[in-house]
């Protein structure tokens, strides 16, 4: 563990985007971030089919618009959820209180579980719909890869997102640490 890390001391220094782009927890965003983004793409580019008998277009997920709208919600909303963290990892070594880096961290927790957690939903939804639809629904096999894609990733954003909140508890643990460091010896020189 890299002493004083967290602490006021690093707080205001230059950015440095090579270490932010080292971090695992950067990197497990930059991958989440690439899983939504063909979660929703699969489905808006390919999830919903026409009929020659119908003149209305349908869910490839078992005709059940929910199925996609679930699908491209949770996408999207998770690739802007991605951004909006990114932006926090940039903007986290300014942070000089180690309150407010621990009220960061907090949410980085709980928003990460959250995820995952309806990561988890929507594997289950979309790869349940995909189970009992009908083979006659996608002629020659059109949305079909897009389909079982947009399952596979949804499958991967469990583990990223899950992996994501684990780092923050290993974070937060470390920010404890040095709360409670800098309580127990005010005076000494932090490296």
Request: proline share 3%; charged share 20%.
């Given at each position: 563990m890299e002493g004083g890390a967290y602490g006021a001391g690093k707080a205001g220094g230059a950015f440095d985007p090579y270490t932010l782009v080292r971090q695992p927890h950067t990197i497990?965003?930059?991958v989440s971030w690439v899983f939504s983004i063909v979660v929703f793409g699969s489905i808006v580019n390919?999830?919903?089919l026409n009929s020659i008998s119908e003149s209305e277009e349908f869910c490839i997920y078992n005709r059940n618009p929910n199925a996609c709208g679930y699908g491209v919600?949770?996408?999207?909303?998770?690739?802007?959820?991605c951004l909006l963290y990114l932006a926090l990892d940039v903007y986290f070594p300014q942070i000089s209180s180690v309150k407010?880096?621990?009220k960061a961290v907090l949410s980085d927790i709980g928003v990460s579980a959250f995820w995952a957690f309806l990561w988890f939903v929507g594997f289950c939804y979309l790869a349940n719909q995909w189970q009992v639809s009908k083979t006659e629904d996608s002629l020659l096999s059109q949305g079909t890869d897009?389909?079982?894609?947009?399952?596979?990733?949804?499958?991967f954003s469990i583990f990223t997102w899950s992996l994501t909140a684990i780092l923050a508890v290993r974070r937060f643990k470390d920010l404890t640490f040095q709360e409670e460091y800098s309580t127990l010896?005010?005076?000494?020189?932090?490296p």
């Open positions: 497990l965003r930059v390919e999830g919903y919600t949770v996408g999207v909303l998770a690739f802007l959820t407010d880096r621990k897009a389909a079982r894609a947009a399952i596979a990733f949804s499958f010896f005010p005076t000494s020189a932090q």
